[in-house]
């Protein structure tokens, strides 16, 4: 059984910061990409930032700049490096990783994490 777990949200004020970690456990053969989502009240979960294996990563246009997604392949381990926070990034962060249960890829799923709140106050 695979488990993602996030940590690290939290209230902060407008202009702060900070760092959201996910880390995947169980049993498996690694982790194809890793990203984390958002979810804010009465929208649709969105797409925050990207990370493949090899650590090529892709932002949403909101978040450019202020966001750094990175991983630790050792330690199954994705951050998101949250800064110049705003009001509009309050929301529940979702990690998500693919799970490659075995060497060659052929059985993979997708995890989702319970969520973590994060709240920007102005």
């Known amino acids: 059984q695979v488990q993602v777990v996030e940590s690290g949200g939290g209230l902060v004020q407008a202009g702060g910061s900070l760092r959201l970690s996910c880390a995947a456990s169980?049993?498996?053969?690694?982790?194809?990409?890793m990203a984390w989502y958002r979810q804010a009240p009465g929208k649709q979960r969105e797409l925050v930032a990207h990370?493949?294996?090899?650590?090529?990563?892709r932002y949403a246009d909101s978040v450019k700049g202020r966001f750094t997604i990175s991983r630790d392949n050792a330690k199954n381990t994705v951050y998101l490096q949250m800064n110049s926070l705003k009001p509009e990034d309050t929301a529940v962060y979702y990690c998500?990783?693919?799970?490659?249960?075995?060497?060659?890829?052929?059985?993979?799923?997708?995890?989702w994490g319970q969520g973590t709140q994060v709240t920007v106050s102005s």
């Open positions: 169980g049993t498996f053969s690694r982790i194809n990409f």
């Open positions: 998500n990783a693919e799970i490659l249960q075995t060497p060659s890829g052929s059985i993979r799923f997708n995890s």
């Open positions: 990370i493949t294996s090899g650590g090529a990563t």
